[in-house]
């Protein structure tokens, strides 16, 4: 793939590459408004697409600078993750989602595959999903909280999470 700007030309040559390589149905979807066009993938195929998108040379995508976890809200019942994936050599970005209906249940967190085994900074990020908005990584090698305390209640960044009133006896707000 030759170096183009970020926009709706690279993401149509991924989308046929990937078409290609894993069928039609491992693109769900194509956002191509707002600032960032996006692909919404087969949730149970992320790692797999980020290992080709990564080690294809055509595409190259070596550097995963962020992985966010989403609460579509309490209406949706979604859940989802946003991955920004950077070809260092080829300069261009693609934003990968993916997402899935959960019940907002806390016994039954909404699960997607760890891509932590093709990039080792995931493992960071999908904690941080894990523990703020309560989205578990199948896979991850030391799925934990990392900001919050251990035995932290719920997850701050859930559309319905409230706010603890004391935590061990202080009072917070």
Known sequence: MEKSTFGTMILE???TLLTEKFGEDIIQETET???QPALLINPDRIAEV???LRDNPKTYFDFLACLTGVDY???NNRFGVVYHLTSIPYKTQ???K???ENNRDLDELPTFESISSVYKTAEWHEREAY???GI???NHPDLRRILLPDDWEGYPLRKDYANAEFYKGIKID
């Open 136 to 138: 578990f990584f199948e």
């Open 131 to 133: 523990d703020l908005v």
């Open 94 to 96: 693609i934003t990968l």
């Open 98 to 100: 993916i997402s899935k």
């Open 50 to 52: 980020c290992l080709e």
């Open 73 to 75: 809200g309490k209406d």
């Open 33 to 35: 408004t707002g600032l």
């Open 13 to 15: 040559e991924i989308k």
